[in-house]
């Protein structure tokens, strides 16, 4: 079954003129990844190929970018319309899956407390909030970012446009933060998932709370600067407070970048950006749906099919935006693939649909060859061992030395090293 459509926004919701905060005026072009082909990294080019076709033919509709990446080495990179590498592009909804990386972040500095702890008391502003309830009193932060907080919500049940969709109202109040504090309840918190922007918005204000900084700041500064992403454009709404359900505009490649973050565990060239155990925690899943997806905190969560890969891990990580913005995250592929689109009535049968038929269609065994030698031996396992511990980035070259107990000089670790190890050991 496909899988269950988030919607997300409209872009109607700019009739309430956000300002639009640009960060970063360098021209710089964006990360630089190693170009290999295809099957350098154990991919089929000419699946890469009719998919590309496909896409230029309007097959899966308005698509604006494709970007596959393996093993820290991009393999497919392809711009279509007016779109290219340096073109920032609205995320929509995947911006809550950046979002979620900056709670983590306060996390693990002290600056949130537990998400065990109540939601309510981190406003004491708004207090007393309207329509009180007891369910409302036992939200807790986990239930926020689960989104099953138990609010009265639902922003499917009218399109964007609609003056009753809440999400319109939402964006249309004066301030957000009190229009959702003060929102009737319709769960007890934890028993029940409605995709809610508000929720995530709700962290835009915890965030500010506990370190007096607007979120964009602190993505700047803790992810973006880091990651080498120089420009970027965020949206801010009521008093100036960040959009944290999806007001980020990227490039596909710095999105590429936060897919490969998360891909490594949080960390990025030896250094530790979001802590493993938050995105550990993010890809559990909180709700599983009928059609075999599910949700953690702010990632969307798809079955990877058995025919992947033998073995292959149970699910894609998915950033999820409206109209065809996608970041899917495949753990047990070492891969990234980016999108971006323009499908905002939802017309077309987009990629998302596809991803896991496309896996498993562009999976060539054997596959493991890191070097680009054509063989798959030990010093491929050496270099895969350095690039999940962080000390190989997707910006240093191919191995092209001789790794370290290499004692032959043949660039691979065979047993004529061991043996050679061995009697340089009974010398001494």
């Not at 190693?34 to 097959?59: N, S, W």
């Not at 998932?193 to 835009?204: A, D, E, M």
């Not at 965030?207 to 607007?214: E, K, M, S, V």
């Not at 359900?245 to 950006?273: H, I």
């Amino acid at each position: 079954m496909r899988p269950l459509r988030p919607g997300h926004r409209e872009l109607a919701a700019t009739f309430i003129g956000w300002v639009m905060l640009l960060a970063g005026v360098s021209a710089q072009a964006p990360p630089q990844w190693p170009v290999v082909a295809p099957e350098a990294v154990g991919l089929d080019h000419v699946v890469l190929d009719a998919y590309h076709d496909a896409i230029a033919r309007g097959d899966f509709g308005p698509v604006h970018s494709f970007l596959v990446i393996r093993h820290g080495r991009l393999a497919a990179e392809h711009y279509y319309q007016y779109f290219d590498a340096d073109t920032l592009h609205i995320i929509y909804s995947v911006t809550k899956s950046v979002s979620s990386a900056l709670v983590g972040t306060a996390l693990d500095r002290g600056e949130l407390d537990s998400l065990d702890t109540p939601l309510l008391p981190h406003f004491p502003e708004y207090a007393p909030v309207a329509n009180p309830d007891p369910r409302k009193d036992a939200i807790i932060l986990a239930d926020v970012l689960a989104m099953r907080a138990g609010f009265d919500w639902n922003e499917f049940q009218y399109p964007y446009t609609d003056a009753r969709n809440p999400y319109r109202q939402l964006m249309a109040s004066p301030d957000w933060l009190e229009f959702i504090l003060d929102r009737r309840m319709a769960y007890w918190p934890g028993t029940a998932f409605q995709y809610n922007s508000g929720c995530t918005i709700l962290f835009s204000g915890l965030l500010l709370h506990a370190t007096g900084r607007q979120a964009h700041e602190l993505a700047a500064e803790r992810l973006f600067a880091p990651l080498g992403i120089t420009r970027w454009s965020w949206s801010l709404g009521a008093g100036g407070l960040t959009d944290t359900g999806g007001g980020l505009w990227l490039r596909p490649r710095d999105m590429v970048a936060f897919g490969q973050l998360y891909l490594r565990a949080g960390a990025w060239r030896g250094q530790q950006l979001v802590p493993a155990a938050w995105i550990a925690e993010s890809v559990i899943r909180r709700s599983t749906f009928a059609d075999g997806s599910g949700y953690g905190y702010q990632w969307w969560l798809l079955p990877l099919e058995a025919g992947a890969a033998p073995g292959a891990g149970p699910d894609i990580w998915v950033a999820w935006g409206w109209g065809g913005q996608h970041i899917f995250v495949v753990p047990a592929l070492d891969l990234v693939v980016v999108s971006t689109a323009g499908d905002y009535n939802g017309q077309y049968d987009g990629l998302v649909n596809h991803i896991q038929e496309f896996l498993a269609e562009v999976i060539r065994p054997p596959d493991g060859d890191f070097t680009g030698d054509s063989v798959t031996d030990a010093l491929d396992l050496v270099v895969l061992t350095q690039v999940l511990a962080g000390n190989i980035g997707p910006e240093d070259p191919l191995c092209a030395w001789p790794p370290m107990g290499d004692l032959n000089g043949n660039s691979r670790l065979d047993v004529a090293d061991a043996t050679l190890l061995r009697q340089q050991l009974l010398v001494r």
